[in-house]
C-alpha cells in the first residue's frame, strides 16, 4: 500500500517549456487534489477532482490544467511553464479518517521554472 | 481576508514544555477542521482531527471554538521529535484551506 505517489520528485525546466506531473493513489479515494506551496503563502489549491471524471478549479488555476484520467490517477500539465510557477507541487487525495474526511499528501515535486 | 490564519511564530520551547498554537478561520460554514504536521521539505501529514467536544491525543490535545471560530493544539510534555511546522486545516465545502503554519523548535 504505497499511498499517494508523485513522479518526478526534481524538475527543472525553462519559460515556455511544458510538462505533466503525474499523481496516482492506492486508497480507492474519490477525491485528489494539487496543491502547490510557497515560502510564506501556505498550501494554495490548484485544482481538484472530487470524483473520476469531474474537476473543478481552485484558488490558483491558472496557467495549469488537470486530468482526471481514472480514479487512481490526476495528473496536472503546465503548458508554457514560467518563473511564477516555481514551486513545490503537492497531490493529495481525500478519504475518511473516522469520523471525518480528510487528506492524505504525496511526497511532493520539487520544480524550478529558469 | 484569508480564510485561515496562524501566528507563524517560530516558537521555541525547551524539552518538556507545554505550547499552545492557535488559528483563526473566517468561514462560520465550515465542518471539518484538522491539524497537519509538516517537517523541512517534506510532505504534510495528519496530526489530529478536531471535533466539536474537543479531543485528546496521547499529548496532543485540540479544541474548536465556533462561536470564536478558531482551533487550538496544545503540545504536552514537548520532545525534540515535535520540532515541525504545525498547519491549521478547514473545511468548509469539499475544499481544504491550509493555514501558512506554526513553526515550533523544541530546544534540548
Known amino acids: 500500500n504505497a499511498g499517494v505517489t508523485q513522479t518526478p520528485k526534481f524538475q527543472v525546466l525553462k519559460t515556455g517549456q511544458s510538462m505533466t506531473l503525474q499523481c496516482a493513489q492506492d486508497m480507492n479515494h474519490n477525491s485528489m487534489y494539487w496543491y502547490r506551496q510557497d515560502p510564506g503563502m501556505g498550501l494554495r489549491l490548484i485544482y481538484y477532482?472530487?470524483?473520476?471524471?469531474?474537476?473543478d478549479k481552485g484558488e490558483v488555476p491558472n496557467g495549469y490544467n488537470v486530468s482526471r484520467l481514472n480514479k487512481r490517477e490526476f495528473s496536472l500539465r503546465l503548458e508554457s511553464a514560467a518563473p511564477s510557477q516555481t514551486s513545490v507541487y503537492f497531490c493529495?487525495?481525500?478519504?475518511?479518517?473516522?469520523?471525518?474526511?480528510?487528506?492524505?499528501f504525496g511526497p511532493g515535486t520539487r520544480l524550478t521554472v529558469l | 481576508r484569508k480564510e485561515v490564519e496562524q501566528d507563524p511564530g517560530p516558537f521555541n520551547v525547551p524539552e518538556g514544555a507545554t505550547v499552545a498554537f492557535n488559528c483563526t478561520y473566517s468561514n462560520s460554514a465550515s465542518q471539518s477542521f484538522f491539524w497537519y504536521r509538516q517537517d523541512c521539505r517534506k510532505e504534510p501529514k495528519l496530526l489530529m482531527s478536531v471535533y466539536s467536544s474537543g479531543n485528546e491525543d496521547g499529548r496532543f490535545t485540540a479544541q474548536l471554538n465556533r462561536a470564536s471560530q478558531y482551533i487550538s493544539l496544545l503540545i504536552r510534555d514537548s520532545k525534540l521529535s515535535d520540532s515541525a511546522t504545525y498547519l491549521c486545516?478547514?473545511?468548509?465545502?469539499?475544499?481544504?484551506?491550509f493555514g501558512t503554519g506554526t513553526s515550533l523548535t523544541v530546544i534540548p
Open positions: 486545516v478547514v473545511n468548509p465545502f469539499n475544499q481544504f484551506y
Open positions: 477532482s472530487a470524483s473520476e471524471g469531474t474537476t
Open positions: 493529495a487525495s481525500g478519504g475518511r479518517d473516522r469520523r471525518t474526511d480528510t487528506q492524505y
